[in-house]
Each structure stands twice: as structure tokens, then as C-alpha cells.
């Protein structure tokens, strides 16, 4: 029997989770192949992105949380999914959240509400709904101080409270937060705790910038031109030497998801054969 097992009977024995939630425990740990289990390709020949690659790895053989930190831009997302794809939870469900989106709501999306107090209704959070995989929160110097406390003490002993609740629930996710903020300045501040950084800072991930592995503009450029034109059902336009030039000679300062967009403007503006440089949208100087 495994370690997560004999944690959910024993939480049933001690009357701290009902045998329904200790059910869905169980079933959750069950191996699923699902699309979310798919592996994930990290694109690139630069030394940057082979110590990227390296760190995914790596990261993913180990349970702790993770901290991924990089420029807008520069697919800290994919990270986030890579490890996941290249963990033991990769059978299991990969719930993204952005919270910025609602920043005043981000404590019932993540952990729930029971509606009219103990004993009511249930809205589940994505706690749960992630249940044996993978949590990705983006943009998380916006948690207000609640959120943080909140997550801060999942982290620590694996249970919360949903809002209006009172029982304990467990869960068995890993938290992913990435950031683009320097978040030691927020701590500096006092806008983000410091024991939830030093707790999420244990298994931290760089994102490096497109100007830092200028070397895989190329290879992201086929790789983006394939995608495209796979998606549209036609045949993959050779790129000219002039479009690429012109690529590998522009700054990039939205990163990857830039050149992605750029791409896919391109290959749609191409009824024939070879991307030109007519086909380019016109680029920040």
C-alpha cells in the first residue's frame, strides 16, 4: 500500500475526512491517462534552453512546490506543464489559473465555498478539482494577504478550509506559482509573506528570456511554422532567408509569445509557398 493510501485510511480511522471525501482520495490516486498527462516539448538547442530542459527534470522527480520566474512572455505556463508531464502526477488533472483575473475572488476559485455556512451547498475549488495533480497559479504577487496566509498553511500540513467552512479538507496537489514580479521585492515590501516565498522558493525554475538564447529563433520559427500550418490543414511554407533575418535581427521584447503570434500572422498571410518578407506584420521598432 502506498504512503498516500495509508494517509487517506488513516484520516478516515481518526474521523478527520468523511469515508465520501475518502473515496474520492483514493479514486484520485489511481493512475489516469488523460490530456493532461501528455508530455510536454520544450523547444530549443541554446544552452539556455538545455539548462532549462536540465531543471525541468529535475524538478520534476521531486514533490516540493515550485517557483517559476521569467519575463512576460516567456512560457512560464509550458514550464509549469513540462514538469508535470515528466512527473508521477502526469495521469492526473493540470489546472492553470490566472490571478489577476479576479483578484478579490482568487480565495473561492482556489479553495472553494460552501454556500449558506456548514452544512450547505458546496462550490469545490481548484484545490480539488486539481486532486492528485498539478495547481499552476500565474501572476502570484497579486494574492492578497488572505489568499496568502491560506496557501501558506495548505502548503504546510496539506489541509484547508473552504470560505464558510469549518471542516479540514486534505488534498494531495502540487502548487506551482509563477511570477514575473521579483517577488523578494515584494517581500522587501511586505506585499507578499516571506515564510510562503521561502516555502515555494525551495524548487525555483528560471525562465530565461528570448534575448538570452537568441540561437533558437530559428527553431522556434519552424517549430511555430509547422503548428500553424498542421492547424490549417496545409502544407508548411519554406521560410525565406530574408524573414529570417529580419527575425533573428529584432529585440523580441515580449519573448516567445511574441514570435509565436508574429508566426502565426505570418503563415496566415501566405497563399503560397514561402513566408516573405511581405507576409510580416509590421514590427515594434
Known amino acids: 500500500m ?4 495509508r494517509k487517506v485510511l488513516t484520516m478516515v480511522s481518526e474521523g478527520k475526512i468523511s469515508v465520501e471525501d475518502a473515496e474520492a482520495m483514493l479514486d484520485a490516486l489511481e493512475p489516469k491517462q488523460t490530456a493532461s498527462g501528455s508530455k510536454v516539448k520544450l523547444v530549443g ?4 534552453a538545455k539548462q532549462l530542459q536540465d531543471r525541468v527534470q529535475e524538478v520534476a522527480r521531486i514533490e516540493s512546490p515550485v517557483l517559476i520566474v ?12 513540462a514538469v508535470h508531464g515528466a512527473s508521477r502526477r502526469m495521469g492526473h488533472p493540470f489546472i492553470g ?3 489577476a483575473a479576479s483578484v478579490e475572488n482568487n480565495d473561492a476559485e482556489i479553495f472553494g465555498v460552501e454556500q ?3 452544512g450547505g451547498d458546496v462550490k469545490r475549488g481548484l484545490l480539488e478539482t486539481a486532486q492528485g495533480g498539478t495547481l499552476f497559479l500565474d501572476i502570484g504577487s497579486v494574492l492578497l494577504p488572505e489568499t496568502q496566509h491560506r496557501l501558506y498553511s ?3 500540513n496539506g489541509y484547508f478550509t ?5 471542516q479540514p479538507v486534505y488534498c494531495d496537489v502540487r502548487i506551482m506559482v509563477a511570477n514575473s514580479v521579483d517577488l523578494v521585492k515584494e517581500v522587501k515590501s511586505g506585499q507578499f509573506r516571506a515564510d510562503l516565498y521561502d516555502r515555494l522558493a525551495v524548487c525555483k525554475v528560471m525562465s530565461p528570456p528570448l534575448r538570452e538564447r537568441a540561437e533558437d529563433i530559428p527553431i522556434l520559427t ?5 503548428k500553424r500550418a498542421e492547424r490549417d490543414g496545409r502544407s508548411v511554407p519554406v521560410i525565406s532567408d530574408a524573414v529570417m533575418e529580419t527575425l533573428n535581427q529584432y529585440a523580441w521584447p515580449q519573448n516567445v509569445r511574441e514570435l509565436a503570434g508574429v508566426i502565426e500572422q505570418t503563415v496566415a498571410l501566405c497563399d503560397g509557398d514561402e513566408l516573405l518578407p511581405e507576409h510580416l506584420p509590421v514590427l515594434a521598432s
Open 116 to 118: 449558506g455556512g456548514p
Open 222 to 226: 519552424r517549430f511555430f511554422v509547422e
Open 154 to 156: 495548505y502548503l504546510m
Open 97 to 99: 489559473f490566472s490571478c
Open 45 to 48: 538547442d541554446s544552452d539556455a
Open 2 to 5: 502506498s504512503a498516500d493510501r
Open 70 to 81: 521569467g519575463e512576460e512572455g516567456t512560457g512560464k505556463e509550458l514550464i509549469a506543464r
Open 162 to 166: 473552504r470560505l464558510n467552512g469549518v
